[in-house]
């Protein structure tokens, strides 16, 4: 069974778009943020809100690399790569986590220092501007707007880089909040609050990398949905006539797509034909049913033959794209 290669084209074409669009929203925000809380930072003797700077200026060099990565994602398929380059999303959801962990250790080292150094009466900060801390008000609401909007296309494409940084910006809400916080306490008399902020602010980026470097893990390594999928499949193979028995069902991941290996049993006494009939509407109920679903491989035998290895008996079919 072939699905239409024109539509196929047409909703990977969608869901590159829709993922590039929300990285360069994200580059865009975040080289006008690093650029303004750095600057502000520094100029508004903030340590929370420059170290919130700091992270927005990484969130710019990752960004960038993500955009890398997902332009050639969306290559199609060639010899060496059947299934296509859809794996580079997951490497780009883990550059970004090890930039995230990298930036979180520099941030919260810095912090701490700057802590230390008030404690023991060797710092002399007085407190920030009034204008750091508007500038944290301002990112908590503009993070907050890209968040909502990173985080619906990244559900709706299942794009590993797209989520990593729907969850990079939600992270950049907590410190920003965290970053406003300290500048207010600072400004109200409690100086050492505003570093403290930074580092707490640090430990909160910490997690997210730790969690986008897990996630993106997991794909590399082929993790999928194991008990849900194949419930799935065999419900939705239960009805077809013919089919004795379900025996095993295995699945692939290549970035947000699946390549499912499924082994049926039938009638010993039917013939080829009638086996690849069976076989082909396996193809076509999986297609239709199972999202990002890219190829379907049937292995039938007969069903009394449980034993039969799989490479020897029945036969093979495998499509949907």
């Known amino acids: 069974m072939e699905v239409a290669g024109d539509a196929v084209v047409s909703k990977a074409e969608q869901r590159a778009r829709r993922g590039i669009l929300a990285v360069n929203l994200g580059l865009a925000a975040n080289v006008l943020l690093a650029t303004l809380k750095t600057a502000i930072g520094i100029l508004g003797h903030s340590p929370a809100l420059l170290a919130d700077g700091i992270n927005s200026t990484s969130d710019v060099a990752y960004n960038v690399v993500v955009s890398v990565f997902m332009r050639r994602a969306s290559k199609p398929p060639d010899y060496e790569h059947p299934y296509g380059h859809s794996q580079l999303e997951s490497i780009a959801a883990l550059v970004v986590g090890s930039f995230v962990i990298t930036t979180a250790i520099a941030i919260f080292w810095g912090a701490v220092n700057n802590v230390y150094d008030l404690l023991s009466g060797q710092g002399d900060f007085g407190g920030a501007t009034i204008t750091a801390l508007w500038v944290a008000f301002f990112t908590v609401l503009l993070k907050v707007g890209l968040t909502v909007l990173t985080q619906r296309i990244g559900r709706q494409t299942e794009n590993a880089a797209v989520l990593a940084l729907a969850y990079d910006h939600r992270n950049d809400i907590f410190s920003a909040a965290a970053a406003a916080v300290g500048i207010f306490l600072g400004r109200a008399g409690y100086p050492w609050v505003d570093p403290l902020a930074g580092a707490l602010v640090a430990l909160v980026i910490l997690r997210t990398g730790v969690e986008i470097l897990r996630q993106s893990s997991a794909d590399l390594m082929d993790t999928v949905p194991g008990r849900s999928l194949a419930r799935q499949v065999?419900?939705?193979?239960?009805?077809?006539?013919?089919?004795?028995?379900?025996?095993?069902?295995?699945?692939?991941?290549?970035?947000?797509?699946?390549?499912?290996?499924?082994?049926?049993?039938?009638?010993?006494?039917?013939?080829?034909?009638?086996?690849?009939?069976?076989?082909?509407?396996?193809?076509?109920?999986?297609?239709?049913?199972?999202?990002?679903?890219?190829?379907?491989?049937?292995?039938?035998?007969?069903?009394?033959?449980?034993?039969?290895?799989?490479?020897?008996?029945?036969?093979?079919?495998?499509?949907?794209?």
């Open 234 to 321: 065999s419900e939705l193979l239960r009805p077809i006539p013919g089919i004795r028995q379900v025996e095993e069902i295995h699945a692939h991941r290549f970035g947000p797509y699946l390549v499912i290996n499924v082994t049926i049993g039938v009638e010993g006494t039917l013939s080829v034909a009638a086996g690849d009939a069976i076989a082909s509407q396996v193809e076509r109920t999986l297609c239709q049913n199972i999202e990002f679903l890219r190829r379907v491989h049937v292995h039938y035998h007969p069903a009394e033959i449980s034993a039969v290895p799989q490479d020897r008996a029945g036969a093979d079919r495998d499509r949907c794209t």
